[in-house]
């Protein structure tokens, strides 16, 4: 794996992390020793990943999965669906236009633009996630590999809500990003924060590491040498509180906590007052970026 911030492949510190989550695999993040960014050394392969995915419990792929936690989520993403849509036009100054969802999963949030007036078009790599969000909003859901051809300048906003961290090459994207976007668009990246008060008290055990699903973990300063290195320009940060209530339950629940989700609820609450006062330390961190030339 090659530094996608510095292209170097100089390795610093090292972290074995488990899958908490499916396989209870172990696998280790390094920390380049140029710029700080951490990334899971020698993780499945295209080709292989796949079955990392593979269980009913993987939220943004299924619609249909039960239990408490499930339930939070799908209620957590309703009360979120507003909220992104509203950020989104008050800071692209626009009430509709053309909307591309990287990664849009079921289709709930390309559903909720549509609904208020936005042309919106989606990309999946999950095959029965695509069908689920084609059915759901009648758009043009893609394979990623048909990315390419979309015509250049021809989106006001793209977002990739917490998408960036799974690619193997995230470099080929943010290029892809840099075409598609008109030059007075906004792109809109959701990501989770390895350097948040929860990522730091949990340790091994932090749900947003989710390796190998993720293959990049972010920080504000690392993403901002990574967007700036692709033509972008980081214009507003705003945090995304229910992450940190979640991710917390889901920590909880790998330690095999009891009471799992009032021990998170609890613990993510504290958290997210901590973070009022310093938003870069906040679970999960939503950056605006927009092309550097309109700067």
Not at 26 to 36: H, I, P
Not at 189 to 208: C, E, K, Q, R, T
Request: glycine content about 6%; hydrophobic content about 40%.
């Amino acid at each position: 794996m090659i530094c996608p911030v510095c292209d170097q492949e100089k390795i610093g510190e090292r972290l074995e992390v488990t899958d908490h989550f499916l396989s209870l695999e172990k696998f280790e993040l390094v920390k380049c020793a140029c710029c700080g960014m951490v990334y899971t050394d020698n993780p499945p392969s295209p080709a292989e990943i796949g079955k990392y995915y593979d269980s009913e419990g993987y939220l943004s792929h299924n619609d249909n999965a039960t239990g408490p936690i499930s339930v939070i989520y799908r209620e957590a993403r309703k009360f979120m669906l507003a909220r992104k849509r509203k950020a989104i036009e008050k800071l692209s100054g626009l009430k509709s236009g053309y909307l591309l969802d990287i990664g849009c999963g079921t289709g709930h949030f390309l559903e909720e633009m549509s609904k208020y007036g936005w042309n919106v078009e989606g990309v999946e790599i999950n095959e029965i996630a695509r069908r689920q969000a084609a059915l759901l909003t009648s758009a043009n859901i893609l394979d990623p590999l048909e990315l390419t051809g979309l015509p250049s300048n021809s989106f006001d906003v793209i977002t990739l809500w917490h998408v960036l961290e799974h690619f193997h090459d995230p470099r080929n994207y943010m290029e892809e990003i840099g075409r598609l976007l008109k030059p007075k668009g906004i792109c809109v990246v959701a990501l989770p924060n390895i350097h948040s008060f929860d990522a730091i008290h949990y340790g091994d055990f932090w749900a947003a590491y989710d390796v190998p699903r993720h293959l990049w973990h972010f920080s504000p300063s690392t993403f901002e040498r990574f967007a700036t290195k692709y033509g972008f320009s980081i214009f507003k940060i705003k945090p995304l509180p229910l992450d940190t209530l979640f991710i917390s339950m889901m920590s909880e629940k790998h330690k095999k906590s009891r009471l799992p989700m009032l021990k998170g609820i609890f613990i993510g609450t504290w958290f997210r007052l901590k973070s009022i006062a310093d938003i870069k330390r906040t679970s999960s961190l939503i950056y605006f970026l927009r092309h550097k030339i309109e700067e």
